[in-house]
Nanobody, 119 residues
Framework: QVQLVESGGGLVQAGGSLRLGCAAS????????MGWYRQAPGRQREFVAS???????KYADSVKGRFTASFGDAKNTVFLQMNSLKSEDTAVYFC?????????????WGQGTQVTVSS
């Protein structure tokens, strides 16, 4: 069973930056795609960014130009660099991974990490 462990959430002022990380446990290397979703209070979970081992990277329109997804050296870790944060970026961010297909949403989810942007 693959477990995804997230890190890097917290409180930041508007205009600031945060970097989220997500690692697959048990040295699991069969992952084809990883990425991030987020859920704000009272709203549905929404797509943020994804990256595949084939090199395809996708972003939600709301974060293009501000967020960057990347793999670690071993492609069972994904990072989300978030710059120019806005109050509307406040949400619980969930890591997601898939090991059969090259797109998200995938089968595996992290427990979520809170990102709070103060205005």
């Amino acid at each position: 069973q693959v477990q995804l462990v997230e890190s890097g959430g917290g409180l930041v002022q508007a205009g600031g930056s945060l970097r989220l990380g997500c690692a697959a446990s048990n040295n699991y290397y069969a992952i084809n795609a990883m990425g991030w979703y987020r859920q704000a209070p009272g709203r549905q979970r929404e797509f943020v960014a994804s990256i595949t081992t084939g090199g395809t990277v996708k972003y939600a329109d709301s974060v293009k130009g501000r967020f960057t997804a990347s793999f670690g050296d071993a492609k069972n870790t994904v990072f989300l660099q978030m710059n120019s944060l806005k109050s509307e970026d406040t949400a619980v961010y969930f890591c997601n991974a898939e090991d059969r297909y090259y797109e998200l949403p995938g089968e595996y989810w992290g427990q979520g990490t809170q990102v709070t942007v103060s205005s």
